[in-house]
Structure formats: C-alpha cells, structure tokens
C-alpha cells in the first residue's frame, strides 16, 4: 500500500515506490494499492498489479489523491478534510478485499497506509512491515494524538523501516518503545549505463556553458529559490530545472528577476532523467527544512546522481549528510545559505582533480544502494528469505565511502 505513487510508467513523482514494487517482484507476486489519481490513465502490463481505490465522491472533487501531499490536508477546511476521510474509508475497504489474497502487507508511510496495514495485521495475524520516507512521520509529530496513532503503528508492525537514520531518531523520539523494532532501509536505485552506452544525444545541455542540475518537484520543502539566489552573478553558468509543481510561476519569475540563463523543462520521464545527469556538470539538492519543522529523508535523486558520477552539492539535511560525506563524494552547505552554496559550485566548477575524486568515491558509494543490494534486504525483511547471504547482510553506514 502506498499513499502517493506515479500516476504513469514515465511518471518520477515517487517512481521510487514504482521501483520498489518491481523489486520485490522478483520474490514475490506483488498487488499494490495506491489512492485514485485524477491525471492517471490505464497502467499498462507490469510485473506487479496496480489497484487505484474508488471513492464515493467525484475524482475531480476526491483531495486524497497519488500525487498530492497529505500534510497539506492539515491547512485546508473542515469540508476538504471531511472528503479525505470519505476517501480513506474507501481506501481501507480496498485494503481489506485485498488483503484477504495476501500473504504479507507492506505499507509506504505509517499514515494513512501503515494505519490501514497495522489495522488489518491486527485483525488477520498477517505480517506487517511499514516504511516511513519522511513526510507522514512529520504529520504524526504535529497532529493531535499523533503519539498514539505512531504507537498503534508500530504495534502493529512486526518491523518498521525508516529511509535514513535521522528518522529514525525521530520516531524513536516520539514514541520510545519503537527502538527495539525500527531499523535504517533507504530506497536502491538502479545503476545507469554507462555515458559510452545509453548515447547522449546533442540537447538542451549542450555548449560551452558548465551545466548546473535540479530535479524535483517545484515546492518549498525543495529549496530551488536558495539555488536560484546562489547563482546570481555566476556568469557561464547554465541551469536546467527538471520538474513541476505550484512554484513554477514564482521560480521562474525569480529567475528572470535575478537574469539567469535558466531552463525549465518540466516533468521528466526516467529515461530523459538518466540522460540530464550524464549530460550536467552537477547536480545541486537544496532541501530546505520548513517553518513547521518539516524536512526530506533522503532524494533519490542523491544517489542517482552519485551512480552518474555527478559532484553532488547538497544541503546538510535530513539523510542527506548521511549520504554524502563533504569533500569525498559530494559536498554540503547549511541548509537556506545561499552565499555557501555559490561558494561550493564556484569550487566543484573550478577544480578539476576535486571533481574527479568525488565522481570516483560517489559511484563507489551509490554502488551500495543499487536495488540488487537493498531488494535482498527488504525480502528478508518481508519474510521471502530466512538467511542473509555475504551481499544481503551489508549494512549502508553513514558518512562512509564504499569501495
């Protein structure tokens, strides 16, 4: 079960639970449940099954949708809210015929899908494994009785996986008792081919100009207008900005304010995704930690970049400084500081000894997290495998360079 996934195969907003169930697809016959996606179309023949609940209400007036962020449901009137939770309701009827034909439950967030799965773990004795990426711990830290539902989740798992061990902190923090069963599980990635293989066309990219990379979506908790002020005054510097969301008009309009040679190409599919990153000179993630106390986990796009042998410059937030160690293989600048992170492109843009070092160390690192690695270990997790084999058992520390 998830609560947001691609509303197509081309689709990257969240491709990384998409990536996820063909994983596990290799060890097990997987359905996956997502909400009802207004812009999606028919989901064409895959290694899994994918099953959009219906609600009751009209989609075009449904606010719990694939590819929209439950946090913001918090903000919005008691109406909208009051619709969410007719949705949930179906959604949880979904879970449960669905259930019946399966052998173990995964959810994606412990809300509102890890509720759902603890709610039919309890009731069925089915086994329950949840993975929380960031966004629904933070709802559960605000929200009222937010303790008690995080400890009704964890009940109701036999284990909880956080993508980086900053959230687990997190939730251990919120509710104590969660320690003995929450380990650190990022996302894999698959690595790309090499430049000499997939065949860069000329593009977009292509010219004198070093090429400066952002891939996400258009939101604050992104941090492009940091990026966007950080440029100011590089001369030779091109930007492309690969995504959308409700910021675009802003960015855009900062970006013409500020006179940037800055290119915004949309939504990306994964394919044109691989041939940015092989084709930019680096790759920038300003994740931004937000006035309510809300931050990322860990991009994927980080490790996708660093698969690349891209220079990753990152903002010191959530997994990231958990990834990246600065000066090795990527570097770092505080979170919000414009002004340091010009000082970090100035320097992987000028040296060139630097920049090989840290593309060489960032494959090595990235090779640890290719989904043939981490799919074992989710497996064993979901209970396909009894036994750890010698690649299985490696465990993805932090701040450390893999070779």
Request: glycine residues 8%.
């Amino acid at each position: 079960m998830t609560s947001s996934f691609p509303s197509s195969p081309d689709d990257e907003t969240c491709g990384y639970v998409r990536d996820f169930a063909r994983r596990l697809a290799v060890e097990f016959n997987v359905m996956v449940l997502a909400p009802p996606d207004r812009r999606a179309g028919g989901w064409p023949s895959d290694v899994f099954k994918l099953t959009r609940s219906r609600s009751l209400l009209p989609l075009i007036r449904d606010p719990f949708q694939s590819g929209d962020d439950l946090n913001d449901l918090i903000r919005k009137n008691l109406l909208t809210r009051l619709a969410a939770l007719v949705s949930l309701v179906c959604f949880f009827a979904h879970a449960v015929a669905l259930s019946f034909r399966a052998d173990v439950i995964c959810s994606n967030w412990m809300v509102p899908s890890g509720l759902v799965g603890a709610l039919i773990s309890h009731a069925s004795g089915k086994r329950h494994v949840v993975v929380e990426h960031s966004g629904a711990l933070h709802l559960l830290t605000r929200m009222r009785g937010g303790r008690l539902l995080a400890r009704f989740v964890v009940a109701g798992s036999d284990r909880v996986m956080t993508v980086s061990a900053d959230l687990k902190r997190k939730l251990v923090d919120l509710y104590p008792h969660a320690a003995s069963r929450v380990e650190v599980m990022p996302m894999g990635i698959t690595i790309p081919l090499g430049r000499d293989q997939i065949g860069v066309e000329p593009s977009l990219l292509s010219g004198v100009h070093p090429t400066v990379l952002f891939i996400g979506r258009l939101t604050e908790i992104k941090g492009l207008d940091v990026l966007l002020r950080a440029m100011e005054r590089l001369d030779g510097l091109k930007l492309i900005v690969a995504g959308d969301g409700e910021g675009r008009d802003e960015y855009q309009r900062l970006a013409r304010e500020l006179s940037l040679n800055a290119s915004f190409v949309g939504r990306i599919n994964a394919v044109e995704r691989e041939k940015l990153l092989l084709a930019c000179d680096a790759v920038v993630i300003p994740s931004t930690v937000l006035e309510d106390g809300r931050y990322e986990g860990t991009p994927v796009v980080c490790l996708e970049a660093m698969a690349a042998g891209r220079v990753v410059i990152a903002s010191r937030v959530g997994g990231l400084s958990e990834v990246i160690s600065d000066g090795e293989n990527g570097l770092l600048f505080e979170q919000g500081d414009h002004l340091l992170l010009r000082e970090k492109l100035m320097l992987a843009l000028s040296d060139d000894l630097l920049r090989q070092r840290i593309s060489e160390n960032a494959r090595h690192t990235a090779a640890c997290y290719d989904w043939k690695r981490i799919g074992f270990r989710f497996t064993e997790a979901l209970g396909a495998r009894q036994q750890n084999d010698s690649t299985g058992d490696t465990r993805i520390e932090s701040n450390r360079i893999h070779g």
